[in-house]
């Protein structure tokens, strides 16, 4: 069974990027047979996902004060 992140590769419309990497780093991808292009979309989805989630938590962060500040002040329980 796929997860979401396989389902979306598997689906998705593909387009070709240059990139620079580590001259090594490529000599052991070669080496270790390790499919590029899927090694790379994999790293950027989790940099992309680990972005929106500090964007999400810096446009949250009034709230989430406020929040805790209530619980602070009246408890969880009423």
Do not use: H, I
């Not at 997860?3 to 990497?21: M, Q, W, Y």
């Not at 964007?55 to 969880?76: D, M, T």
């Amino acid at each position: 069974m796929q997860n979401a992140g396989e389902a979306a590769t598997n689906s998705a419309v593909r387009k070709p990027t240059n990139l620079s990497l580590d001259a090594a780093l490529l000599s052991e991808e070669k080496a270790l047979q390790v499919n590029l292009s899927r090694a790379a979309e994999d790293g950027v989805r989790s940099a992309v996902s680990a972005a929106k989630s500090e964007q999400w938590k810096k446009e949250n962060a009034p709230a989430l004060r406020s929040s805790n500040a209530y619980v602070e002040k009246k408890g969880l329980l009423r």
